[in-house]
C-alpha cells in the first residue's frame, strides 16, 4: 500500500449520505486527486493517506484512499522540517536526521526537558547541546507558529514559511487577516486562507474576505488566457467563489481600485478589471510599439534592390514579392510583424534580412521564447539566438528571491536589429519586458504564426498586434514548391482553411489510420512507435518520434500513453536502475523532459570540459543515470548536458515518450504520432491540431476516428481571451499618444 502526505486544496465533490469524496491533495511537489471514503475531510486540514494508484477512464490517474488520517506536527516530517529550518543553530540536515533516527516522536521533548542526553547522537558535544537548547529557547516564536497553526492543517513547512516572512508578528498577521498568507505566502490559496478565517470567526461578510475571493478570481482568470475581467463578470465569478451578493462585491472592487490593487479601465460601454502588472504591461506593449515603430532611424543609405540580388546571388534563390516586401519593410521601417503559415518563406527572408544588415555592419540580435525555439532559429540562421529571457539578462538581485530582468530602459539590449521569432508564444508581460528593453532606433522584427496557439501565459500579443493594423505586417502566404511537395504543409493550410485534408496520399508524408476504440488507438500507437515507424523509416524509436496528445488525462492522455510506451520503449531491465516517486517510475533510459524554465539549474559535460546554466521548460533529454545512495537523477540534454536533479526536485520532471502539444510549441520532431479522439470541445480546435502538425518535419500519423478530426478543422472558435491589446492600439494611435 503507498501512502501521500500533504494539504486538501480542494473538495471537488461530497456526498453527504455516504462520504465518498473526491478532493485535490496538494504537498511541495504535487496536487493529486485523491478519492475514496472521507466524510470529515475538509480543506486546509493536513493528512496522510493510505491506498493505490487507479486509472480512471475519463480523469486519469487518482489515488484512491483506503485509509486517511490527519498528521500532526509531532510527526517525524514535521519534527525534521523544524529541526532541519536552518532556525536551530547548530544542526544542519544530516544532523537533524541522526538526532530523529535516535529520539524518533520524543525528539522535541529530549531537547526541552533532558537536553543532556543529545550528546547520544554522533558528532553531538557539550558545546553543541548548549547552542541547540539556546536557539531552541530562542525560537519560541517558530514553535508557537507551528502549536498554533496546526490545528488548521498547516505543515510545518508552511508554518517556516510564514515565520520567515513575519516573523514574532506571524500570529497577530493571522489573527487579524489571514488572508494575507494568501497574498505573500507562494502555495497557500484563497481557499486555505479562508478555511484559517472561517475556523478563526472571521465575519464571511468582511472586507478583506471579499477583497481576496476578488483577487483571486482574478489571478483565475488569468490561467484562462485573460488580461482582464469584464466588471460585470468579475462580479459573477466572486459571487459565486464567496457566496456573496454581487452589490457588495462591487463595492469592494472600488475599493481595491482605490488602494491601486487593481485598475478599473472605461471601455465602450464596459468596466475591465486588471490586475495592476497586466495593465501596466497591456499599457506598456502599446505606449512602446508605437514608440518604436514612429521614432527616427538611421537610413543605412542602400540600395535595397541591389542588395537583395547580392543574397539571392550567393543564395540561389529568387526571392517572391512578398519576401521582398518584407525585407524592406525590415530596413526602412522600425517595426514589423512578418507572419505566415508552415513553408511561406518566414526563414529564407529572417536570413536575408540577417545577411543585409550584417554586411552592413549592423549588429543583429536573434531571440525566441524557449530554449527549443531559440535553438532550432540558430541551427536556421547558423548565428547564435537566445531565449528572450537570457536576452534581458535574467537573474536575482542583490538580497532577493525575486528573478528580474537586468535589462530595461535605463541599460537597453545593445543592436541595431531585434528578430524575435514565434512571437505567437510571447505573453504580454515578457513582451512588455522585451519592448521596454529595446531603444528607440532599433529596429524590430517580429517573426510568427498566428495561427498557432496562443502563448500559455495572458494576452494574444501577436494576433492582437496583427488585428489593430496600427503595426506594419507583411504576410507571407506563398507556398513554395519545395514545400507543396509536403503534405505536412498542404495540409496544415488546409486545416486553416477549414478544408478537409490530403490523407494516405501514396509516398507522402502524411497518414489517417482509422480506429475506433480507445484500446485500438493505443495498441496501434505502441506499434507504431515501437516497431513500424522505426523499421520502415529507419528511425530512432525514442530521439525521431514524439507522440504528442491533446490532454493529459484518459486513456489516450499524455500521463497513460507516458506509462504505456514506457513499458515498451524503456522495458524494466536488471542493468538499469530505477526509482518510484508515487504514481511514476523514473528508470535509466527514460525520454523525459524539463517542464518549468530553471535559469540557474547547472549543466556540465561528463568530462567537466564545459559547463553553464539553465534548462528550459520543453527541453527533452534522457536519464542517464541514478545514484540511489545520493538519491540523484542524472538527466543528459542536447547529447552532451549533463543535469542532476535531487529527488525533492523530480517534480520539474516528466516522462516524454508522450507530451502535451501546447508542451510541444516552438519545438520541432522528425515524426509526429497524435491520436485523435474524444476531447472536451475547447481541446478539439482548430488552432490545436494545426499546432501539432505544423510540429513534425518528415512525417505525420494520426491515429484515431476520423469523425473528431473533421470536427477539430471545423471548430474554428479559438477560445476567447479577454484582453484589450488591439483597440488599445488602435485608440492610442489615434490619439497620438506618442513619444511622450
Ligand atoms: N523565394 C523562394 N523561392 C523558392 N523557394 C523558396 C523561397 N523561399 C523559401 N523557399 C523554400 O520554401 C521552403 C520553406 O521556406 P522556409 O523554411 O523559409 O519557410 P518557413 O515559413 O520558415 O517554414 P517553416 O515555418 O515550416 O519552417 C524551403 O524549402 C525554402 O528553401
Redesign the pocket.
Known amino acids: 500500500m503507498e501512502r501521500i502526505e500533504g494539504m486538501v486544496s480542494d473538495i471537488v465533490f461530497k456526498n453527504e449520505d455516504n462520504g465518498y469524496t473526491i478532493a485535490h491533495l496538494a504537498n511541495e511537489k504535487d496536487e493529486v486527486v485523491i478519492v475514496g471514503c472521507m466524510p470529515t475531510l475538509a480543506i486546509g486540514e493536513s493528512i496522510e493517506v493510505q491506498g493505490k494508484w487507479v486509472n480512471h477512464k475519463t480523469y486519469g490517474a487518482q489515488f484512491e484512499v483506503n485509509k486517511f488520517m490527519p498528521v500532526t506536527p509531532s510527526s517525524l516530517e514535521g519534527i525534521y522540517v523544524y529541526l532541519s529550518s536552518g532556525m536551530i543553530h547548530g544542526i544542519g540536515e544530516k544532523m537533524a536526521k541522526r538526532i530523529i533516527d535516535k529520539f524518533g516522536v520524543n525528539t522535541l521533548e529530549v531537547i526541552q526537558n533532558t537536553p543532556e542526553r543529545l550528546e547520544e547522537v554522533e558528532g553531538v558535544g557539550k558545546k553543541k547541546v548548549k547552542q541547540i537548547v539556546k536557539s531552541y529557547e530562542e525560537n519560541r516564536d517558530l514553535r508557537n507558529i507551528i502549536i498554533e497553526l496546526s490545528p488548521y492543517g498547516i505543515t510545518p513547512n508552511y508554518c517556516l514559511k510564514i515565520y520567515k516572512k513575519y516573523k514574532n508578528k506571524a500570529i497577530d498577521v493571522i489573527n487579524q487577516n489571514p488572508y494575507r498568507l494568501a497574498e505573500d505566502i507562494r502555495g497557500i490559496g484563497f481557499k486555505i486562507a479562508d478555511n484559517i478565517a472561517s475556523k478563526i470567526g472571521i465575519d464571511k461578510h468582511s472586507k478583506d474576505r471579499i477583497e481576496q475571493g476578488i483577487l483571486y478570481a482574478l489571478h483565475q482568470s488569468l490561467s484562462n488566457g485573460n488580461t482582464y475581467l469584464p466588471k460585470h463578470i468579475l462580479i459573477e465569478e466572486s459571487s459565486k467563489i464567496l457566496d456573496i451578493k454581487g452589490s457588495i462585491i462591487e463595492e469592494c472592487i472600488m475599493g481595491l481600485a482605490y488602494d491601486q490593487k487593481v485598475h478599473i479601465e472605461k471601455s465602450k460601454d464596459n468596466y475591465l478589471v486588471y490586475l495592476i502588472p497586466y495593465y501596466i504591461s497591456e499599457n506598456g506593449v502599446c505606449k512602446q510599439i508605437i514608440k518604436l515603430s514612429q521614432c527616427e532611424f538611421e537610413d543605412l543609405k542602400i540600395d535595397i534592390e541591389k542588395e537583395i540580388q547580392v543574397v539571392e546571388k550567393e543564395d540561389d ?4 514579392q512578398n ?1 521582398i516586401l518584407a525585407v524592406k519593410e525590415a530596413i526602412n521601417g522600425g517595426v514589423v510583424i512578418i507572419t ?1 503559415g ?8 529572417i536570413n536575408t534580412i540577417i545577411k543585409i544588415f550584417e554586411n552592413n555592419n549592423k549588429e543583429v540580435v536573434l531571440a525566441a521564447p524557449t530554449g527549443r525555439a531559440a535553438k532550432r532559429m540558430s541551427e536556421t540562421s547558423n548565428k547564435e539566438a537566445k531565449t528572450i529571457h537570457r536576452l534581458l539578462e535574467m537573474g536575482y538581485a542583490t538580497d532577493s528571491e525575486e528573478l528580474l530582468f537586468f535589462k530595461d530602459e535605463e541599460d537597453p539590449i545593445k543592436a541595431d536589429v531585434v528578430i524575435l521569432d514565434e512571437v505567437s508564444m510571447v505573453d504580454i508581460l515578457l513582451m512588455y519586458s522585451l519592448l521596454r528593453a529595446i531603444k528607440p532606433g532599433t529596429r524590430v522584427i517580429l517573426v510568427g ?1 498566428s495561427d498557432q496557439l496562443p502563448s500559455v501565459g495572458a494576452g494574444n500579443v501577436l494576433k492582437d498586434m496583427i488585428d489593430s493594423d496600427v503595426i506594419n505586417v507583411v504576410r ?1 502566404n506563398e507556398i ?4 507543396q511537395e509536403s503534405m505536412i ?1 498542404v495540409n496544415a493550410h488546409r486545416i486553416n482553411n477549414g478544408e478537409p485534408l490530403h490523407l494516405n496520399s501514396k509516398n507522402k508524408d502524411f497518414f489517417f489510420i482509422k480506429k475506433n476504440t480507445n484500446e485500438e488507438i493505443l495498441n496501434e500507437i505502441i506499434g507504431l512507435v515501437n516497431e513500424r515507424l522505426p523499421k520502415f523509416y529507419k528511425l530512432d524509436k525514442l530521439k525521431d518520434i514524439q507522440v504528442l496528445a491533446s490532454m493529459r488525462k484518459g486513456d489516450l492522455g499524455v500521463t497513460n500513453l507516458n506509462t504505456e510506451l514506457q513499458k515498451y520503449l524503456n522495458k524494466p531491465d536488471k542493468f538499469k536502475v530505477e526509482e518510484n516517486f508515487a504514481k511514476r517510475v523514473f528508470r535509466v533510459g527514460d525520454k523525459v523532459m524539463q517542464i518549468k524554465n530553471n535559469y540557474t539549474k547547472k549543466w556540465e559535460t561528463e568530462d567537466q570540459s564545459d559547463s553553464g546554466e539553465g534548462v528550459y521548460n520543453g527541453d527533452i533529454g534522457y536519464i542517464y543515470h541514478i545514484e540511489k545512495d545520493k538519491k540523484i537523477v542524472y538527466v543528459i540534454f542536447d547529447q552532451i548536458k549533463i543535469v542532476s536533479y535531487r529527488y525533492d526536485e523530480l517534480d520539474e520532471l516528466d516522462h516524454s515518450f508522450c507530451t502535451t502539444i501546447h508542451k510541444s510549441q516552438g519545438s520541432e520532431f522528425p515524426v509526429v504520432v497524435i491520436p485523435i479522439t474524444w476531447a472536451p470541445p475547447m481541446l478539439l480546435s482548430r488552432n490545436l491540431i494545426y499546432t501539432a502538425v ?1 510540429r513534425a518535419k518528415k512525417l505525420v500519423v494520426l491515429v484515431g476516428d476520423v469523425k473528431y478530426l473533421e470536427y477539430m478543422i471545423k471548430n474554428n472558435k479559438t477560445n476567447e481571451r479577454y484582453s484589450n491589446l488591439s483597440e488599445k492600439l488602435i485608440k492610442f494611435k489615434k490619439e497620438g499618444l506618442l513619444l511622450k
Open positions: 534563390i529568387k526571392l517572391a519576401q505566415g508552415p513553408g511561406t518563406g518566414k526563414t529564407t527572408t504564426d507571407l513554395f514548391r519545395q514545400a504543409v505544423t
